[in-house]
């Protein structure tokens, strides 16, 4: 797990600026790259004085909103019947996809917005508003404001948590202490993850068929 750790942090440190534009619009596709693995690297490297705080949290709200402008237009311009029926190839089952929709019927512009904090609707989310020809430029000012925030927590976490350990990647034992020490973070990041998905779930899922009224 070191070894790998040290293989993709310094990936994200040798791609400097551009690619975590690139990394975080491939988070904001189809392309399944949770925008945790990208943003902290970054943001522990910034701590190293590799990068600029502000200048990974530009970079990675630069990157989500290409990749959401993206989607928004390629889905308004093949539309859905197209989406729906080769999705399943691109990683956006129909089931997602009717998520998506459904987030997006029952909160509108400002559901772009909370999109951009929350897991399974955050990359898929550009689909419906493209379909449906959403105004281009409410949809890119809530994306952009979305991302902003969810790439300052992020960053904030990678510089704070491990940030202030320069030897981490060089030692294993350090790396496992640290982890130790600060286990706390991490399990609350995950939890946060796992509540974040369950509300989406819930908030999400198929409504139930109204009763029919007795004859």
Not at 15 to 42: D, T
Not at 94 to 121: D, M, N, Q, S, T
Request: hydrophobic fraction near 55%; charge should be positive; proline fraction near 6%.
């Amino acid at each position: 797990m070191h070894a790998w750790l040290v293989i993709w942090f310094g990936l994200v440190r040798d791609w400097g600026y551009p690619g975590i534009v690139l990394l975080m619009a491939m988070e904001s596709s189809i392309i399944p790259l949770p925008s945790e693995v990208v943003i902290p690297p970054a943001a522990y490297w910034a701590a190293q004085g590799e990068y600029n705080f502000w200048g990974v949290v530009l970079a990675g709200t630069v990157g989500s909103y290409l990749g959401a402008a993206v989607m928004y237009w390629v889905s308004r311009w093949i539309g859905r019947p197209l989406v729906v029926r080769y999705g399943k190839y691109f990683f956006i089952p129909e089931l997602k996809l009717l998520r998506a929709e459904r987030w997006l019927a029952r909160y509108e512009a400002g559901g772009i917005f909370f999109a951009r904090l929350l897991p399974v609707v955050r990359h898929l989310i550009g689909i419906p508003a493209g379909i449906v020809r959403m105004n281009f430029k409410v949809y890119s000012l809530m994306t952009i404001a979305g991302s902003a925030v969810w790439c300052t927590v992020l960053a904030w976490f990678g510089a704070e948590v491990i940030g202030d350990q320069p030897d981490l990647l060089n030692d294993p034992q350090k790396m496992i202490l640290v982890l130790t020490q600060r286990l706390h973070w991490f399990v609350g990041l995950i939890l946060l993850l796992a509540i974040l998905y369950i509300v989406v779930m819930r908030l999400t899922a198929k409504p139930e068929s109204a009763p029919r009224d007795a004859e």
